[in-house]
């Protein structure tokens, strides 16, 4: 967090929650004069990560809902959130990948190449 992010959450900052991450989730205190709308915004507990947020909360950020948490209990069936890993060591990386020594099973004979004019 810059030190003008830190000066406008201090000064017009409202605490709404925070998530398991640890990141913490802020709103206006009293709407702007001639805005559309309370600004709401995070500050990530590490570095600044969009896909660290989760879903609960991405939809009050983009203003989908009003209550910052579902009202209901997450259901059984449902995962706990995990940010994007791609570009990093726990991406997926198929058989073959150049991390894994590029190496990948031959074709099977079932492919055939175009040639154009035949």
Same mark, same amino acid.
């Given at each position: 967090?810059?030190?003008?992010? &830190?000066l406008f959450t201090k000064l017009k900052g409202?605490?709404?929650?925070?998530?398991? %991450? !640890?990141?913490?989730?802020?709103?206006?205190?009293?709407?702007? %004069? !001639?805005?559309?709308?309370?600004?709401? &915004?995070?500050?990530? %507990?590490?570095?600044?990560e969009a896909s660290e947020v989760p879903p609960e909360w991405h939809s009050w950020l983009h203003y989908t809902t009003d209550e910052p948490l579902p009202t209901e209990a997450r259901r059984p069936w449902q995962k706990p959130h995990q940010p994007n890993a791609t570009g990093t060591p726990l991406s997926y990386r198929p058989p073959g990948h150049d991390y894994s020594g590029g190496q990948r099973a031959r074709a099977t004979g079932d492919y055939e190449a175009w040639t154009p004019g035949s």
């Open positions: 967090m810059d030190i003008g992010t &830190w409202r605490q709404v929650g925070r998530d398991d %991450a !640890g990141n913490i989730y802020y709103e206006e205190r009293r709407p702007r %004069a !001639g805005g559309p709308r309370i600004r709401r &915004w995070v500050i990530y %507990a590490g570095p600044p």
